[in-house]
C-alpha cells in the first residue's frame, strides 16, 4: 500500500542528499548495471552546476531526481554516446557559455509514478531553460520496450509505433507527452542498457523564448550588472540572492506543493 502523501517538495539536491539518492536510484534502474552515481561524480556535478540539479521529496525522502549540465550544441556531433556527452563521468562537457540544457537523469521511484511527479522535473527543466535564455532542452531518451520489438522492427519503425499509440512505451510516451519530439535514434547510447538494446533516442525540446545573445558594451553591461541574479547555495539547497554580474544568470526559488 502507498503511503499517505503528506508533502510534497521540489528542491536542489545536496551534497547530504548522496545516500538516499542512491538507495532510490537502485530501486529505480533495476534493469541497468551500475545504476547509481558515485559520490564524488554528484559532487563534481554540484560544484560545476547547482542550479541544474534537483530532487523530489515526498514526506521529507526522495522519491525523484533530474539532472543536467549545459552544453554547446556544435561541439557534439548528432550522434554522441552517454559517455562522451557527460565526459566519461566527469562533466568537463558542461560550459556555462553553452547554448542547451541537456538531461543526464530524470527518475522517479516505482511505488510513486502516475502522480505526476516527473512532470514537474520537466517543467523545472523547462522553466530554468527559459530564465538561462538557453536554446532548449535534449537527452537521450531510453526505449525500455524495445527488447520485446527488436527482432521484429527497426527503432525508427518502433518509434513511429510508439507515436501512433500502437505501441505502449512508458519512457517515451511519457517524454512525447511532455512536448519533447524524437530527432535521431542514437545507436549504442548507454552501455549495458539491454532493455533498450543500448539504442536511445534524443529528444528536443525547444525554447520559444530564446532570444540570440547580441555583443554588449560597456554600457550595457553596466546595466545588466544592475540586475538582481539568484543562485543556489549549493551547501543548503536554498536560494541566496545577491546583486552579480551578468554571467550570473536567475535560477527559480525551488517550490512546496
Known amino acids: ?55 523530489i521529496k515526498v514526506n521529507g525522502h526522495i522519491t525523484g531526481c533530474a539532472l543536467s549540465i549545459i552544453i554547446d550544441h556544435e561541439q557534439f556531433e548528432d550522434q554522441h554516446t552517454y559517455k562522451e556527452i557527460t565526459g566519461n563521468s566527469t562533466f568537463d562537457t558542461h560550459t ?8 543526464i537523469d530524470v527518475f522517479i521511484k516505482p511505488e510513486f509514478r502516475g502522480l505526476r511527479l516527473g512532470r514537474r522535473l520537466y517543467d523545472f527543466r523547462k522553466e530554468l531553460c527559459e530564465k538561462l535564455n538557453l536554446k532548449g532542452i535534449e537527452f537521450g531518451g531510453r526505449i525500455p520496450n524495445y527488447h520485446k520489438y527488436q527482432d521484429k522492427m527497426s527503432p525508427k519503425t518502433y518509434i513511429e509505433r510508439v507515436k501512433s499509440k500502437k505501441i505502449l512505451d512508458p519512457v517515451l510516451n511519457f517524454q512525447l507527452s511532455n512536448d519533447f519530439y524524437p530527432v535521431r535514434v542514437l545507436k549504442g547510447y548507454l552501455e549495458g542498457d539491454s532493455a533498450s538494446n543500448e539504442y536511445a533516442v534524443l529528444l528536443k525540446w525547444d525554447n520559444i523564448y530564446y532570444e540570440k545573445p547580441c555583443s554588449l558594451g560597456f554600457g550595457a553591461m553596466a546595466d545588466a550588472s544592475l540586475q538582481g541574479y539568484y543562485r543556489p547555495n549549493a551547501a543548503s539547497g536554498i536560494l541566496c540572492g545577491h546583486f552579480e554580474c551578468i554571467q550570473k544568470r536567475f535560477c527559480f526559488v525551488p517550490r512546496i506543493f
Open 96 to 103: 556555462q557559455s553553452g547554448d542547451t540544457l541537456y538531461g
Open 1 to 55: 500500500m502507498k503511503q499517505k502523501i503528506k508533502n510534497i517538495e521540489l528542491t536542489y539536491l545536496t551534497i547530504d542528499d548522496y545516500q538516499e539518492l542512491k538507495r532510490a536510484m537502485i530501486i529505480a534502474y533495476k534493469t541497468i548495471p551500475n545504476p547509481y552515481w558515485e559520490e564524488l561524480e554528484i559532487q563534481t556535478l554540484l560544484s560545476k552546476f547547482p542550479e541544474g540539479q534537483i530532487v
